[in-house]
């Protein structure tokens, strides 16, 4: 098993520019999420999703658009880059939600907006 | 919005020290869960509190969640290089949200 992967590894972009980042598992969860991580503030969560089909905010999900069409696919869309979203960005999986459930992390996006 | 915060942000310790690391809340969480992060990489489950007062033990790593399950302490004894990291706690409200604390960088000197 691969776990959780996403691609790519690290992304500069101009502001104002559109990009995918990408997050597979092949774990069969039901559950997927999104979190970045700046200085002093954990992770934050941008949206997740309970299953293919469904997808919800987290608290941070101003200017990023996700979809679940399949169980094992993921995808971030960012539509206009701002320099506030550079970021690190961590994609998870678990089970069947969140309540005690083991979350697997992703190897992380490095995102820098110029 | 609920809030976790976790103190100390930073601690350099010498080997073989004892170290406590803090998660508090003004929130009610489900359960709560504590992780460890290594540079360039996601972090790690490292364990899961449910129940008020309930402690758990992961070798030198000790875990315990308030009776009121609103905090939460992370006790290692004789601390290690190897222990070196961001420890991060993480509160579930039951509602498919998990909020993270801001997390404690822990530095081992040997």
């Known amino acids: 098993n691969a776990g959780v992967t996403q691609t790519p590894k690290f992304q500069v972009l101009k502001t104002g520019q559109s990009m995918t980042l990408q997050c597979a598992q092949d774990?069969?969860?039901?559950?997927m999420s999104w979190y970045r991580q700046d200085p002093g503030m954990g992770l934050r969560l941008i949206h997740y999703?309970?299953?293919?089909?469904?997808?919800d905010q987290g608290e941070v999900p101003n200017g990023y658009n996700v979809s679940r069409s399949t169980t094992e696919d993921f995808p971030l869309r960012l539509l206009s880059a701002a320099p506030s979203q550079t970021s690190v960005y961590f994609c998870?999986?678990?089970?069947?939600?969140?309540?005690?459930?083991?979350?697997?992390f992703g190897p992380g996006t490095r995102l820098t907006v110029l | 919005t609920q809030l976790l915060e976790q103190s100390p942000q930073f601690l350099s310790i010498q080997e073989g020290e004892n170290l406590t690391v803090y998660c508090n809340s003004s929130?009610?969480?489900?359960?709560l869960q504590w992780y460890r992060q290594e540079p360039g990489e996601g972090p790690v489950l490292l364990v899961t509190v449910v129940t008020g007062g309930e402690v758990k033990k992961l070798k030198r790593l000790t875990f315990q969640f308030g009776d009121a399950r609103k905090d939460s302490s992370l006790h290692i004894t004789a601390a290690q290089p190897g222990d070196t990291g961001l420890y991060l706690c993480?509160?579930?409200?039951?509602?498919?949200?998990?909020?993270f604390g801001g997390g404690t960088r822990l530095m081992v000197k040997p």
């Open positions: 999703s309970v299953g293919a089909g469904i997808t």
């Open positions: 993480a509160g579930d409200n039951a509602g498919n949200m998990l909020t």
């Open positions: 998870a999986s678990s089970d069947t939600g969140t309540g005690g459930n083991e979350q697997f």
């Open positions: 774990m069969n969860h039901e559950y």
């Open positions: 929130s009610v969480f489900s359960s």
